[in-house]
Nanobody, 110 residues
Framework: VQLQASGGGLVQAGGSLRLSCTTSGNIDNVDSAGWYRQAPGKEREMVAIMTTTGSTLYADSVKGRFTISRDNIKKEVYLQMDSLKPEDTASYYC?????WGQGTLVTVSS
């Protein structure tokens, strides 16, 4: 199974980005998925997760601004990021079940 994250880039504070995580290989669904991020010099942290029942959990720092979603037909996971702040600057990683994708860099300028 391979995961490919995309959608990162440079955006001004207050702007929006939508990250996508596409999957390939022998994976039945993307029921259990999440997004994590790692800023330079910091540990990787959870941003948003979605459970098999569809429940979601967000880091306090992104609540109300980020939304995780999934498409089980396409087997893709998304992260809509609105009202971005400079402190959201990081490499963002998707995780589906036990598999990790490579990071996509998000840079938010002030």
């Amino acid at each position: 199974v391979q995961l490919q994250a995309s959608g990162g880039g440079l955006v001004q504070a207050g702007g929006s980005l939508r990250l996508s995580c596409t999957t390939s290989g022998n994976i039945d669904n993307v029921d259990s998925a999440g997004w994590y991020r790692q800023a330079p010099g910091k540990e990787r942290e959870m941003v948003a997760i979605m459970t098999t029942t569809g429940s979601t959990l967000y880091a306090d720092s992104v609540k109300g601004r980020f939304t995780i979603s999934r498409d089980n037909i396409k087997k893709e996971v998304y992260l809509q990021m609105d009202s971005l702040k400079p402190e959201d600057t990081a490499s963002y990683y998707c995780k589906v079940k036990g598999w990790w994708g490579q990071g996509t860099l998000v840079t938010v300028s002030s």
